[in-house]
Every structure is written in structure tokens, then in C-alpha cells.
């Protein structure tokens, strides 16, 4: 694939976001993501698109300013009154981050609806978040719950009741904007969104960014789980993603005996608008753990370790 060559770009296709560096102070950062509907409310699906796609400008350390929204619609088979809830979720979003919508693009979709939105963001050239550079003893802090992939799947099966389905969409809902804004004030220059690779595929991509022989070690017991997520992962209610997720990263994630399959799956679970994983020196754990929950991020958790003798792999004990 060849490309332009610029010494202004200083991230891209390995990072969450693309960034493109202005002046010294100042770089635009952009991305873009949509997708199928994975809720039954088309204002709560809007919502939940809108966070997702905001969740790269935040995992690069970036304040979102503007958007555009991404739409195909089914004219044909769907009333015009769900896209119309869609696109209320969704900008109703961009005004909690204070992001101003400014346009965007749509057209006929023969088969289902998508929505999602295109991303303009600034940020300081110079206090990027980026996903390598792990540092042995880093701990790494997990900011939401685990286990959406598996309970949307549980909610298509008509198997999912309301108070767990309500939880998890406000989850989903719930923007990183908080998370990000306290990983800069900590000084974390490590960082990453759990999206549709799951929390294995994702941090083996931070592990495979980092120059150093790294690895991380991981303990079970540790990963935050949404409600009823080991009671359907026991059903084998696997959506496809978290199977072609484990076929292609399982080598380089190696299980102790003690841990179950059940939980094995968690770490190969695709997530959407997932939390970010900050990574940042044990002396700072504390203070980070403190500051989150005093802004209601109570999800989050220490769910590993950077150590030396792994070598770019990851151990679950």
C-alpha cells in the first residue's frame, strides 16, 4: 500500500486515531467508525455509536470537536421515524462532549441500517497517548466492564432481561471523556481503547508497538464482568467476532490450568465503545484508581502487569 510521506503525520494506521501535526503546540487528530445496530432502541444505538466513535480522539489523548454523520439507510423496509431516533441519540451525544455536529453523508442501504460518525478532534503534539512504549512494571487499569460482545449476543437470543440489558447499554453509552481527561492529568503516556479485537487483541497490539521484549501477565480474578456474563458464556452464546478473535491471537495467549474456559473467552470478547486502558508506573495506581471512581468510573480495575520475561506474549493466571 503506498502513501504520502509527510513528517506531519506523526500517527495513523497502527494508532486508535490518525494525527497530523499543524504547529508544535498543536495537531488535528481524526478517525472514524460505524456500525449495525446492537441494541432494540434506535436512540440508545445512536447514542452508543456516537460514544464509540468519539472513543479514539479520547484514547490518543485528543478533545473531539466536530463530526460528521455516517448513515445507510433501508428506505424500503424501515420507517423514516427510527432514523430520525438514530440521529436524535446521536447528537445528543456529541452536545454532552460538547462536539458540534457540522454535516455528514447518507445513503440507501438495501439490507439494514448503519450509523456511526467521522471524527475531528485537537490535541497537544507533544502529550500523545499512543499504545506502544510499555514499560516493565507498568500496571495496566481497565476503566469499564467485560463481556458486551457475549451479552448482545444473549440479547438477540431474547435470552437478556431488562435491568442487565439497561446497565450494559449505559455502559456502551458512556463516554471516555473522563477517563482520557485523567490519564493526561497523571501524565499516562500509554493508552488504548478496547474495541472489536478484545482486550487480548488489544493489548497485544500495544505489546507489538513497544521497542523492548515486554509481555503482560494477567490475573483472572482481576477482569471487571458485566452481570450474567459467565452464565451465557457457559451456554456458548460465542458471537463469531470473539471466534475469529481467538483463532487468530490464541498462540500468544497462554491460560494456566486454573483459569476456566468460560473466562478464557472474556479476553477474546469483542467490545463496543469499550473502556480504555491506561498504562502507568505502580506508584500512580492509587492516586489513578481514586480519581476515576471519584467521577463515577467504579468499573475500574488493575488487570495486569508489564513484565520482561514473556516476551511480546500474554499470560493468564
Request: proline letters at 4%; hydrophobic letters at 45%.
Amino acid at each position: 500500500m503506498s502513501t504520502i510521506i509527510d513528517p506531519n503525520i506523526l500517527s495513523g494506521i497502527e494508532d486508535d486515531a490518525a494525527v497530523y501535526k499543524l504547529r508544535e503546540d498543536l495537531a488535528i487528530v481524526v478517525s472514524v467508525d460505524y456500525f449495525t445496530p446492537i441494541v432494540k432502541e434506535a436512540y440508545v444505538y445512536g447514542q452508543i455509536a456516537a460514544a464509540n466513535a468519539l472513543s479514539d480522539v479520547y484514547a490518543m489523548g485528543g478533545t473531539p470537536i466536530a463530526a460528521l454523520n455516517i448513515v445507510c439507510f433501508p428506505a424500503s423496509s424501515m420507517d423514516i421515524s427510527m432514523l430520525g431516533e438514530v440521529l436524535r441519540g446521536g447528537a445528543d451525544k456529541l452536545k454532552e462532549a460538547d462536539v458540534a455536529l457540522v454535516g455528514g453523508h447518507s445513503l440507501i442501504d438495501p439490507k439494514e441500517i448503519k450509523y456511526g460518525l467521522s471524527v475531528l478532534g485537537i490535541i497537544d503534539p507533544r502529550r500523545i497517548l499512543t499504545k506502544g512504549h510499555l514499560e516493565v512494571g507498568n500496571k495496566l487499569i481497565l476503566t469499564k466492564a467485560l463481556g458486551c460482545g457475549i451479552i448482545n449476543n444473549a440479547l438477540k437470543a431474547g435470552l437478556l432481561d431488562e435491568e442487565t440489558q439497561a446497565e450494559v447499554a449505559e455502559s456502551m453509552a458512556t463516554l471516555n471523556k473522563k477517563a482520557s481527561e485523567i490519564a493526561l492529568e497523571l501524565g499516562v503516556k500509554v493508552c488504548t481503547d478496547i474495541t472489536g479485537f478484545g482486550v487480548a487483541g488489544h493489548l497485544l497490539e500495544m505489546i507489538e508497538q513497544t521497542e523492548q521484549d515486554v509481555g503482560i501477565e494477567m490475573d483472572a480474578s482481576s477482569f471487571p464482568l458485566f452481570p450474567r456474563v459467565e452464565e451465557f458464556t457457559r451456554m456458548g452464546l460465542i458471537p463469531p467476532g470473539d471466534q475469529r478473535n481467538r483463532k487468530f491471537r490464541e498462540e500468544l495467549v497462554h491460560f494456566s490450568q486454573d483459569v476456566p474456559d468460560w473466562k478464557q473467552w472474556i479476553l477474546f470478547d469483542a467490545q463496543t465503545s469499550g473502556g480504555l486502558v491506561l498504562a502507568l508506573p505502580p506508584n500512580k495506581v492509587e492516586e489513578a484508581l481514586k480519581k476515576l471512581y471519584a467521577q463515577g468510573i467504579n468499573k475500574a480495575t488493575v488487570i495486569g502487569t508489564v513484565v520482561k520475561e514473556l516476551k511480546r506474549k500474554i499470560v493468564v493466571r
